[in-house]
């Protein structure tokens, strides 16, 4: 977190965005879990949601609810050192009819199997993968 307040208040890294993603995702890739959830309801918040953090535990596969104008938003994190499996999805699948979601989406640092994937796409569910983070968290620093 302190690498994200630091890059958002030196314009000088604008230059250098791209060296300094890397800096953070390496700084995210030895977050824990429930930090990596902290780190990711501070970027949506930037990004304009209402985050809503659940339970640390017993969360029944949904870490944030973001609410915008797209309606409600479950949303799964994982912070993980190798490829995300289908089981991530399954649990978002499950939490959007409990959290009253219109839409799931899962997020990670890392990348995401091609289970994982073809699961997602026959239910609906939006996949966050290492690319799409980094995008993410430039727009929402800009």
């Known amino acids: 977190m302190k690498v994200l307040k630091k890059w958002s208040e030196q314009k000088k890294l604008r230059k250098n965005r791209s060296r300094d993603i890397n800096v953070i995702l390496a700084s995210i890739d030895g977050m824990e879990g429930y930090e990596f959830e902290g780190f990711l309801k501070s970027v949506f918040e930037r990004l304009g949601y209402s985050v809503i953090h659940t339970p640390l535990s017993g969360d029944q596969g949904a870490d944030l609810i973001l609410s915008g104008n797209k309606g409600r938003i479950a949303v799964q994190a994982k912070r993980y050192s190798s490829k995300v499996s289908n ?8 939490s ?37 983070l980094k995008k993410m968290i430039i727009k929402s620093y800009s």
């Open 87 to 94: 089981k991530a999805v399954q649990e978002v699948v499950a």
């Open 96 to 132: 959007k009819a409990l959290y009253k979601c219109t839409e799931g989406l899962v997020v990670t640092n890392n990348y995401f199997t091609n289970s994982a994937i073809e699961l997602a796409e026959a239910n609906g569910i939006g996949l966050i993968d290492r690319e799409k």
